[in-house]
């Protein structure tokens, strides 16, 4: 093998491995991202209100229309901090 | 002993009475159903009630327990359908639309979910059910402003609500200012300690800041307290793993 092929091998292989550094790095980068992505999700979605008896919504115990109107969250059966770690 | 009389002969209030009748015992055995988890046999008696047409508000209410037993048994498409039948025949049944935001969410509709919600503000603008569901509903159809002024407000009448701050922080981050962000996300910690989706968002508010130590204490912190959720658990020690220091 002269040494012009020897060289250019090594150049190749050397253009070749910064290829690969780079794709590796971007890759990394998107993994990064897409972990954060994952991470950063909304709070839960709100459970169902119960059942209503055959009185219906208006009646004056009918909890889950005034869970529905309440201005506080516990009333409002929203999901709490340890719903989801 | 008197044989008793019967206030009506004739035949259609005769049938209107035993419908009436039916339907009363229906609901009796479909929410007995529902008490104990038995969705199919509630979602039975509450179709028959369905069936019979009875005035309101017994049409509207049973379209709603039927919409539960059949969220329930995962019929989302069918439980929508009933929820918004519901909110035809009662258009101010607000717990109907509580419930509906929450079915079009699980189907993905978030189209659906912002128009209700979007209705649901307007009849109840204090409701911290309709904040909190149409903050969800912005947050995850992109619009962070309407997210923020929904959790802003929710947090007004609910300043200890950590998971509140922790939406509103997402809110802010979405829209850049990560200063605000921080700054909710440590009252949710400070409310709520050991709340490890708030010290995930943290550390990934802090790795934008470009401060890469406090953000990598942040993902070690939000690994350890993620300990019931195996996935934050994960992606909280990929990130830590993957910052140099």
Redesign the interface.
Known sequence: MSRVLALRLVAAGLVLAALLCGRLAIASAASVGDALTGGLVPSAVPGLLDPITSAGRNGWDCKPERAAEADRWHTAHLPSASDRS | MQTPVPRTTSVPALRAAATARE??ER?TL??AA??RSDWSAGAAEFERIVALDPP???G??AR??LA?AQ??LGRNDDAARNLRAAIAL?PG???A???LI??D??RGDLQDARAVADRFIAL?P?????L??RG?VA??GGDAQTARTDFGK?LQ??PA????H??LA?AE?RLGNVSAAERELRA?LA??PG????E??LG?VL?RQGRKSDARAAFAQ?TR??S??PS?AN??A??RD?IAI
């Open positions: 339907v009363e609901f479909g929410l529902l008490a309101e508000p017994k509207s209410t709603y327990d539960i969220a329930n009662d049944f607000l717990a639309m509580a419930n929450s079915v969410l699980a109840a204090d409701s911290a059910r309709a909190y569901s969800l947050l995850q929710l009448a609910n609500y950590a998971v509140a922790y939406d997402l981050e949710a409310l709520s709340y490890a989706r708030a995930f968002a990934a790795l939000a307290d993620a019931a959720d934050l992606i909280a990929a990130m993957s």
